[in-house]
């Protein structure tokens, strides 16, 4: 069975995106978003990114994205908390491991 629903992808965009995402920047007439970006990726077309560390989300004035963007949010969230758990992980096994080299 088929169903008129959409794809959405959530993905981190690479050095291919680029075009796409200056072009959603100028159509929503704002910055080309800095360092990691998240795209919304509906059917296949690029409607809203979303740089990871915070900033302003762009997004086409053409379709409706709010929806979207509220997943790049939750998702860039995810990555950030990921991050910072990850930090103090890290420098903990290492002073576990200096203490057992000792």
């Known amino acids: 069975m088929r169903t008129n ?3 959405i992808a959530i ?5 291919d995106d680029a075009q796409d995402i200056a072009v959603l920047a100028a159509l929503d007439s704002a910055p080309i978003p800095a360092g990691l970006v998240l795209l919304g990726v509906v059917d296949g ?3 809203a990114a979303l740089p ?11 379709h409706a994205t709010a929806a979207i963007v509220a997943l790049l949010e939750v998702r860039a969230r995810l990555l950030r908390a990921d991050e910072h758990s990850r930090r103090p992980m890290r420098s903990g096994v290492r002073a576990a491991l200096a ?3 000792s």
Request: proline share 12%.
């Open 52 to 62: 990871v560390r915070g900033g302003r989300p762009v997004s086409d004035p053409f």
């Open 45 to 47: 077309v690029t409607q």
């Open 99 to 101: 203490l057992v080299r």
């Open 5 to 7: 629903q959409p794809t």
């Open 11 to 15: 993905r981190l965009a690479t050095v």
